[in-house]
């Protein structure tokens, strides 16, 4: 299933996205479960299917991050060796963790803003996964038993602000600099999430390309390690890690500007696109 959530006339809404149309969650199932994280929260996602009201075009409506309002945003850093050896750095030992707000994260489609800060807007592609049944010290082998499914998502990054100091987060956190989506495609349908592949698209040109089998941290490591940290909740979003390509490595750099348009694609997925748009 590829489950969105979106607003349609300014209200919000979930559903089930089938091509190029959605099925809207009934009113009585979304008096139940207001949002998808309290669906995964509820264990509900399978009851879904039947608690849909007639099919609306996608188009008409604006897609949000699969889940908006999660409790939080878990970030792994320097998890590919292609993107450890262009920042000129060691395979860590363990994984390099930061966080970003939820209102840093747009849907599939809307605008990234570029803050009028800084020059230096960042992409990065990257594998999402969604937490489904929450869980504290979980072990490696029951790691994938508490992921409710992936998405794609877009660490969108202010470089300058980033290496301020020695703090990811405010370079991570600008308001609106980063998505997932299209949809979260639930685990069922991606039983082996290593095996996909990853590549971002800058104004159709390829700037990453990487299996996701290339992981440093696999999805059952960083888990674990999350979990021994804080207990993982339903709708926690754990964003993997980006490969090399990064365009502050490039050369000369390359930063995204408005009229821009950035693409991550994940085979089994699907394609997160949005244009970029300058600080209005
Ligand atoms: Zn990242």
Same mark, same amino acid.
């Given at each position: 299933m590829r489950l969105v959530s979106f607003l349609n006339d300014g209200r919000p809404g979930y559903g089930i996205a089938e091509g190029d149309s959605l099925r809207p969650a009934t009113e009585a199932f979304r008096a139940r479960y207001p949002d998808l994280r309290a669906v995964l929260a509820g264990n509900a996602v399978a009851a879904l299917p039947d608690a849909v009201a007639d099919p609306v075009s996608l188009a008409s409506v604006t897609l949000l991050s699969p889940i908006p309002n999660p409790d939080k945003i878990l970030c792994v850093g320097l998890n590919y060796a292609a993107h450890i050896r262009e920042t000129g750095r060691e395979k860590p030992k363990h994984p390099s963790i930061f966080t970003r707000y939820p209102s840093s994260v747009l849907g599939h489609g809307v605008p990234l803003i570029r803050p009028h800060v800084s020059t230096e807007f960042d992409y990065e592609g990257e594998l999402a996964v969604i937490i489904g049944k929450s869980g504290r010290y979980i072990a490696e082998a029951d790691a994938m038993d508490h992921v409710a499914g992936y998405s794609a998502f877009n660490d969108g990054t202010i470089r300058d602000f980033q290496r301020h100091t020695s703090q990811f987060w405010a370079g991570k956190s600008f308001d609106k600099t980063g $998505?997932?989506?299209?949809?979260?495609? /639930? #685990?069922?349908?991606?039983?082996?999430?290593? $095996? +996909?592949?990853?590549? /971002? &698209?800058?104004?159709? +040109?390829? *700037? +990453?390309? %990487?299996?996701?089998?290339?992981?440093?941290? =696999?999805?059952?490591?960083?888990? $674990?390690?999350? =979990? +021994?940290? %804080?207990?993982?909740?339903?709708?926690? &979003? &754990? $964003?993997?890690?980006?490969?090399?390509? *990064?365009?502050?490595?490039? %050369?000369?750099?390359?930063?995204?500007? #408005?009229?821009?348009?950035?693409? *991550?694609?994940? /085979?089994?997925?699907? %394609?997160?696109?949005?244009?970029? #748009?300058?600080?209005?």
């Open positions: $998505a997932m989506g299209p949809w979260l495609v /639930t #685990a069922d349908e991606l039983p082996d999430p290593a $095996a +996909q592949h990853l590549r /971002t &698209i800058l104004n159709g +040109q390829e *700037v +990453q390309s %990487t299996p996701i089998s290339d992981l440093a941290f =696999s999805i059952p490591e960083m888990i $674990a390690y999350l =979990s +021994q940290v %804080t207990e993982l909740l339903p709708g926690d &979003i &754990i $964003a993997t890690g980006t490969p090399g390509g *990064v365009g502050r490595f490039r %050369t000369p750099p390359l930063y995204m500007k #408005a009229g821009d348009r950035i693409e *991550v694609e994940i /085979t089994g997925i699907g %394609t997160l696109s949005n244009p970029v #748009a300058d600080e209005g």
